[in-house]
C-alpha cells in the first residue's frame, strides 16, 4: 500500500494550487479518502473526507467554502483543490485511506509542503 | 467540535522505565455499537503520523505490545510499559467520532 502526495509549494496569498494523492497498492475504489495538514512545529489538522464513490463529502470549516476534494478512481487519485489561500494554510498536507467511519488506516502518505507567502 | 486534551505536554524517560500519556474528551467517544472512537499515533521525527492504537484499547498489528490503551466515556490513556529509544516523537489522540475529526495537542516524548 503507497499513498504518494504532490503538487505542494509556495504560492502567493490568495493563489490556488492542487494536490494530488496517488494510491497503489490496493483497491482505490473500495476506500473512503481524507486529507490532513500539519503547519511547521504544530499538530494535526483534519481537513476533508470522500466516500469511495464520492456521495458523500465533508470539510473542516477552516477550509470549507476553498478547498475541494475530489477523485478519480480510474487514476487511483484523490485531489485538493486550494482556492482563496492564507499563510495560515501553510502546511505538510498528507493524504490517507479512510473507513465509513472516518476513521484513518494505515500508512498514511508521506506528505506535500505547501508554502503560503509573499 | 470534540475537544481534544493530552497531558503531559512533554515526558522525558529512562530507557525501560514505563511512561504514561492521558487524553480528556469534551464529550463521551462511546457510539452505539459500543467501541469508543478514540485512536492513538505516534509521529516519529521526520515521519508521518503512525496508527499504535484504534477503538481505544486495540493494538495495530506489529505495534509491539509494551504499547496498551485504556479508557472510555471521556478519559483515555495511552501507556508504554518500558519505554525505549524507539518510542521517541510525538503521541497524539484523535477522536473519529465526528466530523470534524479532533486530535489533542499532542506529547513529545525523549528518552533521558
Known amino acids: 500500500v503507497r499513498l504518494v502526495e504532490s503538487g505542494g509549494g509556495l504560492v502567493k496569498p490568495g493563489g490556488s494550487l492542487r494536490l494530488s494523492c496517488a494510491a497503489s497498492?490496493?483497491?482505490?475504489?473500495?476506500?473512503?479518502m481524507s486529507w490532513f495538514r500539519q503547519a511547521p512545529g504544530k499538530g494535526l489538522e483534519w481537513l476533508s473526507y470522500i466516500t469511495a464513490t464520492s456521495d458523500i463529502i465533508k470539510y473542516a470549516d477552516a477550509v470549507k467554502g476553498r478547498f475541494t476534494i475530489s477523485r478519480d478512481n480510474a487514476k487511483n487519485s484523490v485531489f485538493l483543490q486550494m482556492n482563496s489561500l492564507r499563510a495560515e494554510d501553510t502546511a505538510v498536507y498528507y493524504c490517507a485511506r479512510s473507513l465509513g467511519d472516518y476513521r484513518p488506516v494505515e500508512p498514511w502518505g508521506q506528505g506535500t509542503l505547501v508554502t503560503v507567502s509573499s | 467540535d470534540i475537544v481534544m486534551t493530552q497531558s503531559p505536554l512533554s515526558l522525558s524517560v529512562t530507557p525501560g522505565e514505563p511512561a504514561s500519556i492521558s487524553c480528556r474528551s469534551s464529550?463521551?467517544?462511546?457510539?452505539?455499537?459500543?467501541?469508543?472512537?478514540l485512536e492513538w499515533y505516534l509521529q516519529k521525527p521526520g515521519q508521518s503520523p503512525q496508527l499504535l492504537i484504534y477503538l481505544s484499547s486495540n493494538r495495530v498489528s506489529g505495534v509491539p505490545d509494551r504499547f496498551s490503551g485504556s479508557g472510555s466515556g471521556t478519559d483515555f490513556t495511552l501507556k508504554i510499559s518500558r519505554v525505549e529509544a524507539e518510542d521517541v516523537g510525538v503521541y497524539y489522540c484523535?477522536?473519529?467520532?465526528?466530523?470534524?475529526?479532533?486530535f489533542g495537542g499532542g506529547t513529545k516524548v525523549e528518552i533521558k
Open positions: 464529550q463521551s467517544l462511546l457510539r452505539s455499537d459500543g467501541h469508543h472512537f
Open positions: 497498492g490496493f483497491i482505490f475504489s473500495d476506500y473512503h
Open positions: 484523535m477522536q473519529a467520532l465526528q466530523t470534524p475529526l479532533t
